[in-house]
């Protein structure tokens, strides 16, 4: 079966860094995916793993260890735009056939 | 290339009417999906076409559920007599080729009164 778990909600400062950490269980695994999502709007593409490693976009990194099924998100110079859901979602399927599987979310506050 | 585009954006229907949206994706994206959210959840996979080959169906899309791409690109959802647990939001994303990240529209939030 599928099981993606991230926690419900985190609180942080502007200017500090935040750390988003998701695990999960899946058959098939095709790669880690986080979105952000502002309360009332569609999700948006933020990062994604395929393999092992770090990958650094800006503000955001995403690191994936697969055979740990873990994740994270990682945000530094946090503003007060960052305030969203993060979505942890997991790639599943094989020969070409994919969907995406997505944890809850995990309600970031970012204050002043 | 405009994104992802659904229509409409908020329906409000009354129990047991039918109702229908409708999802254009990027172009050139081959592969399209519905997923249902509600408040303080993440999007629950419904279905997912590529091309015009509906590959999957979630259990959630009961027989009241239908979806369809007739030639690869626009799709729609029809859900037929509504009932209040259908209340949500209704997202439809799309990707292209394999290793793609997927792309959500805005989403078609409804509600049965």
């Known amino acids: 079966g599928q099981n993606i778990d991230q926690p419900t909600e985190m609180t942080a400062t502007e200017g500090a860094i935040v750390q988003i950490n998701c695990t999960y269980q899946?058959?098939?695994?095709?790669?880690l995916f986080w979105y952000q999502q502002h309360a009332g709007e569609a999700p948006t593409f933020l990062s994604y793993n395929v393999l092992d490693g770090l990958e650094e976009k800006g503000r955001f990194s995403s690191f994936l260890s697969r055979s740990k099924g873990y994740s994270y998100l990682l945000l530094k110079e946090l503003q007060m735009k960052d305030s969203a859901s993060y979505l942890c979602?997991?790639?599943?399927?094989?020969?070409?056939?994919?969907?995406?599987?997505f944890g809850t979310g995990t309600r970031l506050k970012v204050l002043a | 290339d405009t994104g992802v585009s659904q229509d409409p954006r908020h329906k409000i229907t009354k129990r047991g009417q039918n109702v229908t949206f409708r999802c254009d994706p990027i172009?050139?994206?081959?592969?399209l999906y519905w997923y249902r959210q509600t408040l303080g959840q993440g999007p629950e996979f419904l279905t997912y076409f590529q091309n015009e080959a509906q590959l999957e169906k979630s259990r959630l899309l009961s027989d009241r559920f239908s979806a369809e791409r007739p030639k690869g690109s626009f799709s729609t959802l029809e859900i037929q007599r509504t009932e209040q647990g259908d209340s949500a939001m209704y997202l439809c994303?799309?990707?292209?080729?394999?290793?793609?990240?997927?792309?959500f529209g805005q989403g078609t939030r409804l509600t049965v009164v």
């Open positions: 172009s050139e994206h081959n592969r």
């Open positions: 899946t058959s098939g695994f095709n790669g």
């Open positions: 979602a997991v790639r599943e399927g094989t020969s070409g056939t994919y969907k995406y599987i």
């Open positions: 994303a799309s990707s292209s080729a394999p290793g793609a990240a997927a792309f």
